[in-house]
């Protein structure tokens, strides 16, 4: 093999390569997503100081952190993503220095182990920035607090400021969060593993070890006495303890079991999804090409650098002979790992899959994981250029499984853009203390919680206070659970962190929003279960009890999403279509009709036929007999079920049309559509 060239000083330089290929090419296009949105809001609406409140019922420890990081990075998405992604980075960093220090005569292995510990594909959400920016921050604290206990035992550092710092890391990761407490289990056997190197004599190495891990254990122990005894989380609860109380053998039965699945979770099927990714061979998908771009590159430049990187740390002739003895180290340590990562899910009783958002609790799995491969790789890999090309092929499969993860997140702030774009058109204006009801959007990155907080800086961008005038409920959710019941008159009072909505049933506004179509404001005349066949039967209750008085029609300002997504899209289709139920809602037939010709005239066209009904009748009102009857045998002939909205709106054209023609057109269509016939006869 010819001389290696490159200096290890290019290992944090070459990290960050590997960190923006995999996770910053689509930087310029993401956005904010899930609880982003909330504690961006609350930043402007609370300041820094109100996160005191935000936090105080789970996690108040974590208000220092985003009171100071909201305040100073601001609200542009691109700066939080840029954050993100450095903080990965110094994790990373940090990982690479505990192995170092844990076993400085494998530097192959640690920085192999680093790279697939950068684009460990577990976890999908890394997106997700100002939620996630602050779990990497506590990662790094953690392994930064290990590093330098590490450095200590090795005496590469003087004892007592680098264990305080130490100490100081320990206790800021553990009060922040729950997270990374199963991995605090893990010290006192990296304590016990450093001091085996100068200590045979096993009880004196107990007793020393112990000796070593007394602060941490105090750190450790205080933290679990305030977390079990005197706080109590209302989000996260210690269900697992009542459990063993009651059925002791059952509870420890289901923890092994728990634990178990985690390390297949997190040690196995993570990796073994990059296998798999959708479309791979799709060529024709301007998505794929990228991949395999992103893959082939990926796998020729790690494969070259892990060749070519000069390595300081030489392995003594027995690690020579007989890699598979520290491989075999190397698993024991993963899997005690992802046993550890596990439990704190397992005390919470949260579920812990590779499914959105479950699969945010991997991160506690990742060091785990990647040293249980690392090893492996070392018991049955012998020689080194085939390690190489494994740790390619995982690295460069991995980048590109994160890269059609960053891509999901990019079109969903598209959709999510293009929806509140489209309810700024029709609903320009909207009275405060009004319910927003649906049965659930078509996102996979926003609850109806998340878009609470855009929704309220868009109708309310000048709020400050605790008593939000907006609030969206998705009754697949919140029906008959915070929102006891969709009947018309009831008292609604909803929590939102530290803010409080109070609202009724009566001032609610039903919205569907279709994967095939425009953003539908729901009303019992108009848009119905009649005019959209196959609507969703838990949109269905607010129906009923969504009340169009609620929308600002002519408001002096009309409103425009939050800055985010400026600017406004082109104008298509969907534009022409909110405009037109606007001015329908307030009579205009001449508008309706105008914007349905500029549309038309434009080669605008719907994705689905259920978006006619609403032209059909503009043109009907104002006596546009030619296009109403096209339209509408358009419509029916492209779905038939549309029948009971298509007989409605000529319906109410006959109501209001005096001149013969008219009347004989709607006579006609009833005659086309089969009006008053059964569904079921039509056509045969």
Same mark, same amino acid.
């Given at each position: 093999?010819?001389?290696?060239?490159?200096?290890?000083?290019?290992?944090?330089?070459?990290?960050?390569?590997?960190?923006?290929?995999?996770?910053?090419?689509?930087?310029?296009?993401?956005?904010?997503?899930?609880?982003?949105?909330?504690?961006?809001?609350?930043?402007?609406?609370?300041?820094?100081?109100?996160?005191?409140?935000?936090?105080?019922?789970?996690?108040?420890?974590?208000?220092?952190?985003?009171?100071?990081?909201?305040?100073?990075?601001?609200?542009?998405?691109?700066?939080?993503?840029?954050?993100?992604?450095?903080?990965?980075?110094?994790?990373?960093?940090?990982?690479?220095?505990?192995?170092?220090?844990?076993?400085?005569?494998?530097?192959?292995?640690?920085?192999?182990?680093?790279?697939?510990?950068?684009?460990?594909?577990?976890?999908?959400?890394?997106?997700?920035?100002?939620?996630?920016?602050?779990?990497?921050?506590?990662?790094?604290?953690?392994?930064?607090?290990?590093?330098?206990?590490?450095?200590?035992?090795?005496?590469?550092?003087?004892?007592?400021?680098?264990?305080?710092?130490?100490?100081?890391?320990?206790?800021?990761?553990?009060?922040?969060?729950?997270?990374?407490?199963?991995?605090?289990?893990?010290?006192?056997?990296?304590?016990?593993?450093?001091?085996?190197?100068?200590?045979?004599?096993?009880?004196?190495?107990?007793?020393?070890?112990?000796?070593?891990?007394?602060?941490?254990?105090? +750190?450790?122990?205080?933290?679990?006495?305030?977390?079990?005894?005197?706080?109590?989380?209302?989000?996260?609860?210690?269900?697992?303890?009542?459990? /063993?109380?009651?059925?002791?053998?059952?509870?420890?039965?289901?923890?092994?079991?728990?634990?178990?699945?985690n390390v297949i979770i997190g040690g196995w099927l993570a990796w073994n999804q990059i296998f798999n990714p959708p479309n791979a061979l799709e060529i024709q998908i301007l998505t794929t090409r990228l991949f395999w771009v992103i893959v082939l590159a990926s796998f020729g430049l790690a494969f070259f650098y892990l060749l070519q990187v000069q390595i300081s740390g030489k392995e003594t002739d027995e690690e020579k002979k007989h890699p598979e003895r520290w491989g075999w180290s190397a698993v024991i340590l993963g899997c005690l790992n992802l046993l550890a990562g596990g439990i704190p899910f397992w005390i919470a009783n949260l579920p812990l899959t590779l499914n959105f958002p479950w699969d945010r609790f991997t991160l506690a799995l990742m060091t785990g994981s990647v040293l249980l491969l690392t090893g492996l790789f070392e018991i049955f890999i012998r020689t080194f250029r085939q390690k190489v090309v494994l740790f390619s092929i995982l690295i460069s499969l991995a980048v590109g499984w994160q890269f059609y993860n960053a891509n999901t997140y990019r079109r969903e702030w598209e959709l999510s853009r293009d929806f509140f774009w489209q309810l700024s058109w029709r609903v320009p204006g909207l009275k405060p203390n009004t319910l927003l009801l649906t049965h659930e959007f078509p996102f996979r990155y926003y609850s109806d919680n998340s878009?609470?907080?855009?929704?309220?800086?868009?109708?309310?961008?000048?709020?400050?206070?605790?008593?939000?005038?907006?609030?969206?409920?998705?009754?697949? +959710?919140?029906?008959?659970?915070?929102?006891?019941?969709?009947?018309?008159?009831?008292? +609604?009072?909803?929590?939102?962190?530290?803010?409080?909505?109070?609202?009724?049933?009566?001032?609610? /506004?039903?919205?569907?929003?279709?994967?095939?179509?425009?953003? *539908?404001?729901?009303?019992?005349?108009?848009?119905?279960?009649?005019?959209?066949?196959?609507?969703?039967?838990?949109?269905?209750?607010?129906?009923?009890?969504?009340?169009?008085?609620?929308?600002?029609?002519?408001?002096?300002?009309?409103?425009?999403?939050?800055?985010?997504?400026?600017?406004?899209?082109?104008?298509?289709?969907?534009?022409?279509?909110?405009?037109?139920?606007?001015?329908?809602?307030?009579?205009?037939?001449?508008?309706?009709?105008?914007?349905?010709?500029?549309?038309?005239?434009?080669?605008?066209?719907?994705?689905?036929?259920?978006?006619?009904?609403?032209?059909?009748?503009?043109?009907?009102?104002?006596?546009?007999?030619?296009?109403?009857?096209?339209?509408?045998?358009?419509?029916?002939?492209?779905?038939?079920?549309?029948?009971?909205?298509?007989?409605?709106?000529?319906?109410?054209?006959?109501?209001?049309?005096?001149?013969? *023609?008219?009347?004989?057109? +709607?006579?006609?269509?009833?005659?086309?559509?089969?009006?008053?016939?059964?569904?079921?006869?039509?056509?045969?």
């Amino acid at each position: 093999m010819k001389k290696a060239f490159l200096s290890e000083r290019t290992i944090p330089f070459a990290l960050l390569f590997f960190c923006i290929l995999t996770y910053g090419l689509l930087i310029p296009w993401l956005g904010f997503y899930w609880d982003d949105w909330p504690y961006i809001w609350f930043a402007k609406t609370l300041g820094a100081a109100g996160f005191a409140d935000v936090f105080s019922h789970d996690r108040p420890f974590l208000a220092l952190l985003y009171s100071v990081n909201l305040p100073t990075l601001g609200t542009n998405p691109v700066v939080w993503q840029v954050f993100a992604l450095v903080w990965r980075w110094l994790a990373t960093l940090l990982f690479w220095k505990v192995f170092r220090l844990l076993w400085p005569e494998r530097p192959r292995q640690a920085l192999g182990a680093s790279l697939l510990f950068l684009v460990y594909p577990g976890f999908s959400q890394q997106w997700i920035s100002v939620i996630y920016s602050e779990a990497f921050i506590i990662l790094a604290a953690f392994l930064g607090s290990l590093a330098l206990m590490l450095a200590v035992l090795r005496r590469k550092i003087p004892f007592w400021p680098g264990t305080l710092a130490a100490l100081v890391l320990s206790a800021f990761n553990l009060f922040s969060t729950e997270y990374f407490f199963g991995l605090e289990l893990i010290r006192p056997l990296l304590i016990w593993w450093i001091l085996g190197e100068s200590i045979s004599e096993w009880k004196k190495r107990i007793g020393k070890s112990i000796l070593q891990w007394l602060p941490y254990l105090l +750190v450790l122990g205080l933290f679990s006495v305030w977390r079990a005894l005197l706080f109590q989380s209302n989000t996260y609860q210690i269900s697992a303890m009542e459990s /063993l109380a009651v059925t002791p053998q059952a509870t420890i039965a289901g923890l092994l079991k728990t634990l178990g699945s985690n390390v297949i979770i997190g040690g196995w099927l993570a990796w073994n999804q990059i296998f798999n990714p959708p479309n791979a061979l799709e060529i024709q998908i301007l998505t794929t090409r990228l991949f395999w771009v992103i893959v082939l590159a990926s796998f020729g430049l790690a494969f070259f650098y892990l060749l070519q990187v000069q390595i300081s740390g030489k392995e003594t002739d027995e690690e020579k002979k007989h890699p598979e003895r520290w491989g075999w180290s190397a698993v024991i340590l993963g899997c005690l790992n992802l046993l550890a990562g596990g439990i704190p899910f397992w005390i919470a009783n949260l579920p812990l899959t590779l499914n959105f958002p479950w699969d945010r609790f991997t991160l506690a799995l990742m060091t785990g994981s990647v040293l249980l491969l690392t090893g492996l790789f070392e018991i049955f890999i012998r020689t080194f250029r085939q390690k190489v090309v494994l740790f390619s092929i995982l690295i460069s499969l991995a980048v590109g499984w994160q890269f059609y993860n960053a891509n999901t997140y990019r079109r969903e702030w598209e959709l999510s853009r293009d929806f509140f774009w489209q309810l700024s058109w029709r609903v320009p204006g909207l009275k405060p203390n009004t319910l927003l009801l649906t049965h659930e959007f078509p996102f996979r990155y926003y609850s109806d919680n998340s878009l609470t907080a855009p929704i309220n800086w868009m109708y309310a961008p000048d709020f400050q206070g605790r008593a939000m005038p907006y609030m969206l409920n998705y009754l697949s +959710v919140r029906l008959k659970n915070s929102l006891p019941s969709a009947e018309p008159g009831l008292p +609604v009072e909803q929590t939102y962190r530290a803010m409080t909505f109070k609202g009724n049933t009566s001032n609610s /506004l039903a919205l569907y929003l279709p994967t095939d179509g425009c953003l *539908k404001v729901m009303d019992s005349v108009y848009t119905n279960k009649d005019s959209i066949p196959n609507l969703p039967y838990r949109m269905e209750p607010a129906i009923p009890i969504s009340n169009l008085s609620q929308i600002l029609a002519n408001p002096e300002n009309p409103v425009n999403p939050p800055p985010q997504y400026a600017p406004e899209p082109q104008h298509t289709w969907c534009y022409y279509y909110q405009k037109a139920d606007l001015a329908r809602q307030v009579g205009d037939w001449q508008e309706a009709a105008r914007l349905g010709d500029e549309a038309l005239g434009k080669g605008l066209l719907p994705n689905t036929p259920t978006e006619w009904p609403l032209f059909i009748e503009a043109y009907g009102q104002t006596e546009n007999w030619k296009r109403a009857t096209e339209l509408t045998e358009n419509a029916y002939a492209t779905n038939p079920s549309l029948r009971p909205a298509l007989c409605s709106v000529w319906e109410r054209i006959s109501k209001t049309t005096r001149s013969e *023609k008219g009347l004989d057109k +709607v006579s006609y269509m009833n005659d086309y559509v089969g009006c008053g016939k059964p569904l079921d006869t039509e056509g045969k």
